[in-house]
């Protein structure tokens, strides 16, 4: 169990500096107990207590690495059971399987064809992460071969699947480089595969079939020295592969059990005859709570529906996604083409500049920092109001790179174009659409 508010209390300095982010050590000791805040906020925290603090401050589901380069990530660390009470952290890794006796050739496609398909998104590049490698004939040599072409020749992370400890091993030399995730360890096993995966350095999946035995087998593999683990609670039917989820998650953040405090691995895969069905599977794992979700391929129309799922539930509900201020070319505008402003929250930056976009104007697009918001919340907080818009475009430099004085405001915020005439006085101010399908035939019209 975690240390409460008050022996973490006693531990921190008292001295109240506020460096941490709130004014006082018992408001901080409060936040790192409920696992709102992090320890290394306090720079004042004695070696001796961040010992001690390390357990009680660490997330009850550890963060567990996966892969190295292009598509290392993370998963775990999760610290709440819904992602309205804070947020998700650590996005779903979506993997999709090949055998070990797939032949050279077919391998090749196959990395070729799952490369591509990445797409762009809200300023993000959206694609799967994994490939599990499963061994079929227990050959220690073929399974190499395909581990090693996967590790050197993709930049996807790598779970290598097999209960035959030389056949892993054989994975392990060609591709412990990538960082692969080892599958599984089980209670027959468990010895050897935990003591492979410490001396590699390498996270570890573990598999039994109930909970009771998933805590025993964490509990000696734990008690080994690991700690980047990953559980597979071994349901392949769908109502208790979602017990088992909610199981999983709710044991170490409400009951405190740490046994069961690691991201899990899921086999959507092995449990429907078709893709379609896998991925419906997969759709209600990266909700609740999967780590991790195999799929048995990729093609678009299935992944790219859970790549943006994912993005929507990893997304922290109290903060909107946001562009970077400033100054947008779009079409390679000069210096007479039209200039139009916005708010940098991103879905309407991305709907404003597609639509500048696709009405084949070359056009500026000013993009104002209103922490997220969007035009009319904006608005109506003050964010982009007349005079702070009109001091946005005197700062920004835009003047310099064009030469006329005319600036297109969003349609919903024309109640704005009187006070920015008057901060900006040399400047005609154009109110255009309320709604952004209409900025192609507005600029059209304009040019
Ligand atoms: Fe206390 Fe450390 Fe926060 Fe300062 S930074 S108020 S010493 S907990």
């Avoid at 762009?120 to 959206?126: A, C, D, I, K, S």
């Avoid at 400033?326 to 505008?333: L, T």
């Avoid at 005439?421 to 192609?440: F, K, Q, T």
């Amino acid at each position: 169990m975690g240390l409460t508010g008050i022996q973490i209390f006693k531990m921190l300095p008292k001295t109240n500096c506020g460096e941490c982010g709130v004014p006082t050590c018992l408001a901080f000791a409060m936040n790192l107990a409920s696992g709102k805040a992090e320890l290394d906020l306090c720079p004042y925290v004695s070696d001796e207590a961040r010992e001690q603090l390390s357990e009680a401050s660490a997330p009850p589901i550890r963060p567990v690495a996966i892969g190295a380069g292009e598509r290392a990530f993370k998963i775990g660390g999760e610290t709440v059971m819904f992602r309205h009470e804070k947020t998700f952290y650590n996005p779903t890794g979506i993997a999709a399987m090949v055998t070990s006796d797939v032949d050279s050739g077919a391998l090749d496609n196959k990395l070729k064809e799952w490369n591509a398909l990445q797409y762009e998104r809200v300023g993000l590049n959206l694609r799967p992460d994994l490939i599990a490698l499963k061994d079929v004939s227990g050959n220690g040599s073929v399974f190499a071969a395909a581990a090693k072409k996967i590790a050197e020749e993709s930049e996807f992370g790598l779970i290598l699947m097999s209960e035959n400890l030389e056949v892993i091993k054989a994975g392990v030399e060609v591709s412990a480089f990538k960082k692969p995730l080892l599958y599984a360890a089980t209670s027959e096993n468990a010895n050897e595969m935990g003591n492979l995966a410490k001396e590699k350095g390498l996270p570890l999946a573990f598999r039994s079939e109930s909970i009771e035995d998933l805590i025993e087998l964490s509990e000696t593999l734990t008690g080994m020295g690991l700690k980047d683990l990953v559980i597979d609670s071994g349901a392949r039917e769908l109502k208790k592969l979602f017990q088992d989820q909610v199981v999983i998650r709710r044991a170490p953040l409400k009951a405190g059990n740490r046994s069961l405090g690691f991201p899990t691995i899921t086999f959507p895969c092995e449990m429907a005859g078709n893709l379609d069905m896998e991925t419906v599977i997969a759709s209600m794992l990266i909700a609740k709570y999967a780590g991790i979700v195999v799929l048995s391929d990729f093609n678009g129309e299935s992944l790219f529906p859970l790549l943006v799922e994912r993005l929507n539930i990893f997304t922290d509900p109290q903060r909107p996604m946001t562009v970077t201020q400033g100054i947008y070319e779009i079409g390679a505008p000069d210096e007479n083409s039209p200039l139009l402003v916005t708010t940098n929250f991103s879905l309407t930056y991305f709907i404003v500049s597609g639509e500048i976009e696709g009405s084949r104007v070359p056009s500026w697009l000013l993009i104002m920092d209103t922490e997220g918001l969007s035009v009319m919340t904006a608005w109506a907080a003050g964010k982009f109001s007349g005079d702070v818009v009109g001091m946005f475009v005197k700062k920004c430099g835009i003047a310099d790179k064009i030469a006329h004085r005319k600036i297109i405001i969003p349609g919903y915020a024309a109640a704005i174009s009187g006070d920015m005439e008057e901060e900006l006085p040399d400047w005609e101010v154009i109110i255009g659409p309320r709604d952004a399908s209409l900025i192609p035939k507005f600029l059209k019209d304009m040019a």
